[in-house]
């Protein structure tokens, strides 16, 4: 079965704009949570979506938002890019939910902000 | 830092010989996660073991899980190069404003040389 799809791969924006970016989940899997990698602050969790309820959020300030669709697919949002955003954001989906057990990752949307 | 710590952040070792990498955690946990990623794409998941579960094997992977020094080691035995990844050690964290949390630690860079 398909795995799951992040869009788009990359992209470059810059200070002040905003961005949106989807992650479609293995089929039959509720739970959509996502991430953000950079070098310096290592893999951190954003938040999880589970049935279009947000179960839980990282510590991260307002500007970063998401939501899910009633097919389970999920969009995030950035919105007043800042330098520091300029990451790999990384989506996971799962049947169950994070605590249940093993995620199955997307290729991930490396973002760059100028 | 609410991330778990790695060690050693970089290891570099010829093929057939076997690699052990470490995680520490900070908070208790309810299963603790290990992953892979090859440089810049999507984690993997290798193996998950929950917090009444001292040891666990899977193929050449071998889990071991302390929560009273609330650390956990993975090996990898008889190791290729295309072992070559970075691994991360994941905890579904209990408490501390953790609960619902991935909390992912830095991770351990490994090279196998052929």
């Known amino acids: 079965k398909a795995g799951v799809t992040q869009t788009p791969r990359y992209l470059i924006k810059t200070r002040g704009q905003q961005v949106t970016l989807s992650c479609s989940p293995i089929s039959g899997h509720r739970s959509v949570s996502w991430y953000q990698q950079t070098p310096g602050q290592g893999l951190q969790f954003l938040f999880e979506y589970f049935s279009e309820t947000q179960r839980n959020k990282g510590n991260f300030p307002g500007r970063f938002s998401g939501r899910q669709f009633s097919n389970s697919r999920s969009e995030m949002n950035v919105s007043t890019l800042e330098l520091g955003d300029s990451a790999l954001y990384l989506c996971?989906?799962?049947?169950?939910?994070?605590?249940?057990?093993?995620?199955?990752f997307g290729e991930g949307s490396r973002l760059t902000v100028l | 830092s609410q991330q778990g710590e790695e060690d050693p952040q970089a290891l570099s070792i010829q093929e057939g010989e076997n690699a052990t990498m470490n995680c520490s955690y900070k908070?208790?946990?309810?299963?603790l996660q290990w992953y892979r990623q090859n440089s810049g794409r999507g984690l993997v998941h290798l193996i998950l073991?929950?917090?009444?579960?001292r040891e666990k094997h899977s193929g050449r992977l071998r889990v071991t899980l302390d929560t009273s020094k609330k650390s956990s080691s993975l090996l990898i035995t008889a190791s290729r190069a295309a072992d070559t990844a970075s691994y991360f050690c994941a905890t579904d964290a209990i408490g501390s404003g953790n609960t619902g949390k991935l909390i992912f630690g830095q991770g351990t860079t490994l090279q196998v040389k052929p």
């Open positions: 996971a989906s799962t049947k169950s939910g994070i605590r249940t057990g093993e995620l199955f």
């Open positions: 073991i929950r917090s009444n579960e």
């Open positions: 908070t208790s946990i309810n299963n």
